[in-house]
Nanobody, 115 residues
C-alpha cells in the first residue's frame, strides 16, 4: 500500500539546522510532484515547498526562501527538506505530500525551534 514516512524532526535552537526525509513506497515516486507542508498549533496547514517529478524545478513559500531547500532522490524514493537558519516561527508539524491525479500524505514529523 501507499506509504509516506517522514523523519528527521526534533528540537533545535534558533539558527540551527535540520534535514527532514520522506520515504515513499507503494507508488511510482518518480512520476509524482512532491510537496512539504507544515501546520503550526492553531493555524491552517501551509505549503512550504514544491518540487517537480524530475526535480528540475522548485518553489518555496516566501517565509522560507533562502533558508530551506527541497530535493529528491528518485533512485531512493526519498524526498528531503534541508532547513537552515531556523526560527521559532518555523515550529510546526511538517508533512510530505505526493501529488498527481490523487494526493497522498505522510503522518508528519514535529519540528520545534526553541532556546
Amino acid at each position: 500500500q501507499v506509504q509516506l514516512v517522514e523523519s528527521g524532526g526534533g528540537l533545535v535552537q534558533p539558527g540551527g539546522s535540520l534535514r527532514l526525509s520522506c520515504a515513499a513506497s507503494g507508488f511510482f515516486f518518480s512520476m509524482y510532484a512532491m510537496r512539504w507542508y507544515r501546520q503550526a498549533p492553531g493555524k491552517e496547514r501551509e505549503l512550504v515547498a514544491h518540487i517537480t517529478p524530475t526535480g528540475d524545478s522548485t518553489n518555496y513559500a516566501d517565509s522560507v526562501k533562502g533558508r530551506f531547500t527541497i530535493s529528491r532522490d528518485n533512485a531512493k524514493n526519498t524526498l528531503y527538506l534541508q532547513m537552515n537558519s531556523l526560527k521559532p516561527e518555523d515550529t510546526a508539524v511538517y508533512y510530505c505530500m505526493a501529488m498527481r491525479l490523487v494526493a497522498y500524505w505522510g503522518q508528519g514529523t514535529q519540528v520545534t525551534v526553541s532556546s
